[in-house]
């Protein structure tokens, strides 16, 4: 598949924004600015960019618990979303839902989600809406592959593939679920196969390969606005952090081998390389690239600290009854 | 005596009882390896290996219904379901069948099994992770459900517990984890049913459970010191529940307020108050006051949850209406 040199320097730059970001938001919760549960994706940045690269702006988003990349990666915003992490009432959400919960419905961001496997269904039920209004759009539902072991998956996908959903279900392997890992967790090799028992495509790819996800999520992109319903695809990727902030030395229950392994497979150094032996980016073009994020994040910061906080007396706002 | 934390109260229980009943296990999300996400099976996992520190799937249901299978199979399963927030999912295995197997079976068999779970807000962790919905479980016939307040209470309770060969809900709080307080360390037990006089007074009652205990007896004592004598007590097991001792005290001090965390709306505090009301109005010289958490989600943002969050202010309040 061929995909042109602007595209390979976008995925590089929304994967950089990603893992800039996350980087900036592990400092401000260790620095104890920034609160609550952060789950940070560093490591998985291909996930995200592979696959919304190939999603119109008007395509549906389902995220999951570790969804600061695919909120980016679709759209999202550094000052609304530190906002959002700084609980301020100019965060995409009021400061009402956090890093759990981010959502920028302009987007057709619908949300992160607390509850594992809890965007599965409602996937399932976005996509039944577009099928009922007949209009050309699709939801691509991120999820880990903790989730792919809920109630959730089964009666969502099997639901989707039924009505025949333009769902896009992307299973973000990570290979782990906080401390449990996936020997524990299924007996598969590849959770792409479970497709199968829904009779609809199902795929598995190197998760750390932005280019390899974003060829097979195009691949599957096209079934689906064909007409021919949802597609699994399973990303392989790892967890390089923490399973949340507050949990700095989750190696405690990995070996650290595993984790070194991984860390040498960094999706973005990989794409760097890439693109740097193809000539098709220069390093002081990525030293400027990273300068530039950098400079927006700390933008998005200085305006997080300046929003104001809610006033206690705004409890009940959004609250309908 | 030795002074431990709520946590290890919980798992000194455990650990004996492990120890004790080769039937006794447990089976949850990241409890083995990891310990538990505030450290109550902690070790576990390396003194009695996976076999009985079962890490899960991620599987809600499959925990609490396995458990239940277990318990007919003849174990004793101690389920944990890392927070109360995830037990919708799992609910029907909790309420059409936990709780209604050994009535709809005629009482041929028994469930024997204690499902640990954790309640509050704490640490701003938003809407889906800081709920106090055992009224949920109050309100479902046939389920034990028991509220510890402190380490003492935890030990006690969660020994009786495991020993009850009927389903309970353990509610852990995530606020107390880390209090510390005076725990034998040989066995003992601690009733169900039986409320606990956390601080005699004479001027009005305060029954109040998990964290809010502690705030009720702290500004009790403040209040000490301006002439009001306030009785503390902890109900310590919601269902079966101790009416009587309540009843004694609101027939001395003719003033309550309940005080517990779950959300106002058909909340614990509003069971408790119609169950005074309905029996005890003569006694009452003032309305009844409730304090709870609002009819309203937990926010995520800080002033917002320090003000979702009922405490001393509220108690406060609720005093000076009394009072
Ligand atoms: C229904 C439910 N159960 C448990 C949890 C607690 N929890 C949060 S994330 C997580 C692990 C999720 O693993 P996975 O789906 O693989 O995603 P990852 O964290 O690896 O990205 C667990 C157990 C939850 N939030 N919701
Ligand atoms: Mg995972």
Redesign the pocket.
């Known amino acids: 598949m061929k995909i042109s040199n602007d595209d390979k320097i976008k995925m590089l730059w929304e994967m950089m924004r990603i893992r800039q970001f996350e980087e900036r938001a592990g400092e401000l919760y260790v620095a104890g600015i920034i609160t609550g549960a952060l789950?940070a994706s560093n490591g998985q940045e291909a996930v995200p960019v592979g696959v919304i690269m190939n999603l119109k702006e008007d395509d549906y988003l389902q995220s999951?618990?570790?969804g600061h990349g695919h909120v980016l990666a679709k759209g999202g915003e550094f000052k609304p979303m530190m906002a959002e992490l700084f609980g301020k009432i100019t965060g995409y959400c009021k400061g009402r839902g956090g890093s759990m919960h981010f959502a920028y419905v302009e987007k057709n961001i619908l949300g992160t989600n607390?509850?594992?496997?809890g965007g599965i269904p409602i996937a399932a039920g976005v996509g039944y809406s577009i099928v009922y209004k007949g209009t050309n759009q699709m939801v691509a539902c991120f999820?880990?592959?903790?989730?792919a072991n809920?109630g959730a998956f089964h009666e969502g996908i099997n639901f989707a593939a039924v009505v025949n959903a333009p769902v896009l279900f992307v299973i973000?392997n990570?290979q782990?679920?906080?401390s449990v890992p996936r020997k524990w967790s299924d007996r598969l090799v590849d959770l792409s196969k479970r497709a199968a028992a829904y009779g609809i495509l199902g795929e598995t790819v190197d998760g750390n390969d932005v280019l390899a996800v974003y060829e097979a999520a195009n691949k599957a992109v096209k079934e689906i606005r064909a007409g021919n319903g949802p597609v699994l695809l399973e990303c392989k990727t790892y967890?390089w952090k923490g399973?949340h902030a507050g949990e700095p030395a989750s190696l405690q229950y990995r070996d650290p081998k595993e984790v070194e392994a991984w860390l040498k497979k960094c999706p973005i150094k990989k794409l760097e390389k890439a693109l740097l032996e193809e000539k098709i980016i220069s390093e002081a073009e990525i030293e400027e690239m990273t300068k530039k994020i950098e400079q927006e994040l700390d933008e998005a910061v200085e305006f997080a600290k300046k929003s104001p906080l809610p006033e206690a007396a705004s409890l009940h706002d959004h609250l309908y009854v | 005596m030795r002074t431990i934390t709520y946590s290890e109260a919980i798992h000194e229980s455990i650990d004996y009882n492990m120890e004790k009943d080769e039937t006794v296990f447990n089976l949850g999300?990241?409890i083995g390896v990891l310990g538990g996400g505030f450290r109550a099976t902690h070790d576990l996992y390396e003194k009695y290996g996976r076999k009985r520190v079962l890490d899960t799937p991620?599987s809600?249901i499959a925990i609490v219904g396995a458990a239940i299978g277990a318990a007919l199979g003849g174990l004793r399963p101690i389920p944990e379901i890392?927070y109360i927030d995830?037990t919708p999912?799992c609910m029907d295995m909790i309420v059409n069948q936990m709780a209604k197997i050994h009535f709809m079976f005629g009482g041929q068999i028994k469930v024997p099994m204690v499902l640990r779970t954790v309640c509050g807000a704490a640490g701003y962790n938003a809407a889906q992770h800081s709920q106090s919905m055992y009224p949920f479980f109050v309100h479902t016939p046939g389920l034990i459900v028991v509220t510890p307040s402190t380490p003492y209470d935890a030990k006690g309770l969660l020994n009786t517990s495991i020993a009850d060969d009927n389903p309970v809900i353990f509610m852990e709080h995530k606020r107390l984890y880390t209090s510390k307080g005076e725990v034998p360390e040989e066995f003992y037990t601690i009733p169900f049913g039986k409320a606990d006089v956390k601080r005699e007074g004479d001027d009005l009652t305060i029954v109040a459970t998990h964290a809010l205990v502690h705030d009720a007896l702290a500004l009790a004592e403040e209040m000490e010191k301006e002439g009001t004598s306030i009785e503390v007590i902890d109900p310590r097991t919601l269902v079966p529940f101790d009416k009587e001792t309540i009843f004694k005290s609101v027939e001395k001090t003719n003033k309550l307020i309940v005080a517990d965390e779950s959300i106002l709306s058909c909340g614990m505090a509003s069971e408790i108050s119609a169950i005074v009301a309905e029996e005890m109005f003569d006694y009452l010289d003032k309305p009844i006051i409730r304090v709870a958490s609002p009819n309203c989600h937990c926010p995520f943002s800080m002033p917002l949850e320090d003000a979702y969050i009922p405490g001393k202010e509220e108690l406060k309040e609720a005093i000076a209406k009394v009072l």
């Open positions: 789950h999951s618990h570790r607390g509850i594992v496997g999820l880990g592959d903790g989730a809920t973000e990570n782990w679920a906080i967890r399973h | 999300e990241d991620l809600e890392m995830f999912g």
